[in-house]
């Protein structure tokens, strides 16, 4: 195989002032794309505004011999979506890839949320990535070819302790992703999902310094440079990166219990079958909706 290039490719990357989006545009832009740098400059908590770390990643990617253009509108407005695929239209007249890396932190205990924390992390981390896809997909759709990456975490995955705002956001936008491959597939128009672990401003605090060191950004850019290549040919992927580590996450069903639907099924049936229900032995993957409901009805009607 060849080098994985992005030659007179035009990416738009989210939260691209710092952290793992740095890495993101650094990297593209280092194997030719052009990279539209969008970034507020906002504290963790997403409050402040400053232009300097986009414009800083732009300098950077300059210097390198690169192309690149910073931008500062919100992703949380969906008109601040639109003005970043206007910047980046008018800029470089297209775009072929999207990536959604930007995102806050408001972490507490769910009795002790404001729920304008709650709402505010899912306006940034599931809105702000279904503004920025909605805004970008009718360019990639009349050209017939776009790449988006969306991140999601393992505390979506899997839970974490006091961040339930953030969890829905991350798990939403797997769901979005599930649907949207579907749409997006015939179009060449591939969507795929990492759930990134790297020593960044987001990561402070969780990890111990030696693990901090093994997990670099550019580790994840890896294979997020990947998933945006056109040498990616799958969708709807969810892939697990960090220090070396890639992983596919995915979703199963049981095979469950089948029950005669003509019988009175009574709570009481529910318990003593409850251990069969919930074993995974033999689970089942489905990329759609129908597939789990055509497995449904194939029992009714068998």
């Known amino acids: 195989m060849g080098e994985i290039r992005f030659d007179n490719k ?16 650094l990297y593209l832009a280092s194997r ?4 539209i740098v969008n970034d507020i400059g906002g504290a963790k908590d997403g409050t402040g505004h400053s232009d ?3 414009q800083e990643v732009v300098r950077e990617i300059v210097n390198r011999g690169g192309t690149a253009i910073a931008n500062f509108d919100d992703i949380s407005s969906f008109d601040g979506a639109q003005n970043i695929v206007a910047t980046a239209v008018e800029h470089f007249g297209t775009v072929d890839i999207l990536i959604n890396s930007a995102g806050i932190l408001r972490d507490k205990s769910f009795i002790k949320m404001d729920i304008q924390d709650f709402n505010k992390v899912l306006q940034v981390h599931l809105f702000g990535t279904v503004y920025m896809t909605k805004a970008v997909f009718p360019v990639m759709l009349e050209k017939g070819y776009g790449r988006i990456v969306h991140t999601t975490s393992a505390a979506g995955l899997y839970g974490n302790f006091g961040q339930t705002n953030y969890a829905s956001a991350k798990l939403g936008i797997v769901g979005f992703m599930n649907a949207l491959k579907l749409e997006g597939q015939k179009h060449n128009i591939l969507i795929n999902t990492v759930a990134p672990i790297a020593a960044t401003r ?5 990890y111990p310094e030696p693990v901090l060191k093994a ?17 990616c040919t799958t969708t709807g992927e969810i892939i697990s990166a960090g220090g070396g580590y890639y992983a596919k996450v995915h979703m199963v069903e049981a095979p469950g219990v089948r029950l005669d639907p003509r019988d009175d099924v009574t709570p009481e049936t529910i318990a003593e079958k409850f251990p069969d229900i919930t074993n995974m032995q033999g689970a089942t ?3 759609s909706a129908i597939e789990e409901v055509m497995t449904m009805f194939t029992h009714l009607m068998g």
């Open 52 to 54: 300097a770390p986009a």
């Open 285 to 287: 993957h489905y990329d």
């Open 32 to 35: 030719g794309a052009n990279v």
């Open 215 to 231: 997990l670099k950004p550019e580790l994840v850019a890896a294979l997020v440079a990947y998933l945006a290549s056109s040498t």
């Open 10 to 25: 035009v990416a738009i990357i989210t939260g691209a002032g710092i952290g793992l989006g740095r890495s993101y545009a």
């Open 202 to 206: 987001m990561g402070e605090g969780i």
